[in-house]
Antibody, heavy 123, light 107 residues
């Protein structure tokens, strides 16, 4: 059974880069009919999709964040990472990594999620 | 971007009640809609995809319907474990977008 776990700093200074890693246990992020995504949720608010990476390494990003976001696969084959540059207080949120389905009627749904990582942007 | 609008934003109900949550897309998305349940401090959980198909392991008291721009999630005979926030998500096009959420509270 696949499990995801986010890791990284819980506090980031304004204008710096937020970096998070998602570790997949029980799966390789470079194989299968899946993609790997980041979704964030400010406290008490809704969900915002950040971006995704396919097992092939190709990516798609939310246009609202595209100029600041990079999602990449780690050579370990069990991790993928999020880098969000030039952060401000508006980037304070719980960040989730999630597995998305490719193809079929469940395409682009998220069936496995990490527990979430709270990241605060503050000086 | 496709805007997803949920209503109501919150609803109070009792155990055993039936609850219906609505989700409207700003443009037609066919049946490309998913529903998630989220409890406080937890990650969302996929309930329904393709507007009406139950994810494996989800109780049959959950049902979804709709196509085009208007969708509903119905919880029949509400159970204590169902008090949570529910989100819809369009899976039709990028960027993927979610509704603002509907909180189901205990009356």
């Amino acid at each position: 059974q696949v499990q995801l776990q986010e890791s990284g700093p819980g506090l980031v200074r304004p204008s710096q880069t937020l970096s998070l890693t998602c570790t997949a246990s029980g799966a390789s992020v470079t194989r299968g009919d899946y993609f790997w995504s980041w979704v964030r949720q400010p406290a008490g608010k809704g969900l915002e999709w950040i971006g995704r990476i396919y097992t092939s390494g190709s990516t798609n990003y939310n246009p609202s964040l595209k100029s600041r976001v990079t999602v990449s696969l780690d050579t370990s084959k069990t991790q993928f990472t999020l880098n969000l540059s030039s952060v401000t207080a508006a980037d304070t949120a719980v960040y989730y990594c999630a597995r998305g389905s490719v193809g079929g009627y469940s395409s682009h749904t998220f069936d496995v999620w990490g527990q979430g990582k709270m990241v605060t942007v503050s000086s | 971007d496709i805007l997803m609008t949920q209503s109501p934003s919150s609803v109070s109900a009792s155990v055993g009640d039936s609850v219906t949550i609505r989700c409207r897309a700003s443009q037609a998305i066919g049946s490309w809609l998913a529903w998630y349940q989220q409890k406080p401090g937890r990650a969302p959980k996929l309930l329904i995809y393709s507007a009406s198909t139950l994810q494996s392991g989800v109780p049959s008291r959950f049902s979804g319907s709709g196509s085009g721009t208007d969708f509903t999630l119905t919880i029949s005979s509400l159970q204590p474990d169902d008090f949570a926030t529910y989100f819809c998500q369009q899976t039709y096009s990028f960027p993927l977008t979610f509704g603002g959420g509907t909180k189901v509270e205990i009356k």
